[in-house]
């Protein structure tokens, strides 16, 4: 996956990165460690956008590509019988002295690019009720909004931006 110049703060970061230990601090700091862990049989590949300011990581963006229905256990969606990719944001959050400059919208910003660049057909999360930002930034940006009741969260949604338009025609 080639770094796209969306944003000159963001960048798409492996494991062997030399700053990768401050990124993960950071990812244990806002909690969201079992979700840059987890790993399923239907990811097809997972990448790690960074934002990065003085050289340090300030926010992360995680994303696995998928075929569209298998993580529910269900025969993909196709198109013309060809299965459907999208990109599912698993983690995503910015360093709290660094919130409220745009660095969330910039990172989803350059998410939909690569997923529009691997040929997905729409990039996907689900945010819980409680994470007001969130929502606020996905309904500003132009998300497609599904409220779906999980447990006792009432108020969570997935957010979806499609992006065919975007990707070149298979
Ligand atoms: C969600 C998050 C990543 C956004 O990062 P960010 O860099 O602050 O995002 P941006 O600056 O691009 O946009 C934030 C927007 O939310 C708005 N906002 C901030 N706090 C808000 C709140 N409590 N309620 C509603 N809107 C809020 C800001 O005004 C801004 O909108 P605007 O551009 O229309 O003014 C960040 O708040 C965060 O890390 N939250 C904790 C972790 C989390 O919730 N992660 C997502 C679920 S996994």
Not at 85 to 91: D, H, S
Request: charged fraction near 30%; include cysteine; glycine fraction near 6%.
């Amino acid at each position: 996956l080639k770094d796209l110049a969306i944003n000159p703060m963001i960048e798409l970061w492996i494991e062997d990165h030399p700053r990768w230990n401050d990124l993960i601090r950071l990812i244990e700091k806002l909690d969201q460690t079992r979700w840059v862990e987890s790993r399923y049989d239907w990811h097809q590949s997972s990448h790690m956008l960074v934002a990065v300011e003085d050289e340090q990581p300030v926010g992360f963006l995680r994303f696995v590509i998928q075929e569209i229905g298998v993580e529910d256990d269900r025969p993909s969606v196709t198109l013309d019988d060809k299965p459907l990719l999208e990109a599912k944001v698993l983690a995503f959050g910015v360093h709290e002295d660094y919130r409220n400059r745009g660095i969330g919208r910039a990172l989803q910003e350059s998410a939909i690019a690569h997923a529009a660049e691997m040929g997905c057909y729409q990039l996907r999360s689900h945010s819980s009720g409680s994470n007001r930002a969130n929502h606020h930034l996905k309904l500003q940006m132009g998300f497609a909004v599904m409220p779906i009741i999980r447990g006792e969260d009432r108020e969570g949604a997935y957010f979806i931006m499609p992006l065919k338009r975007l990707s070149a025609k298979a």
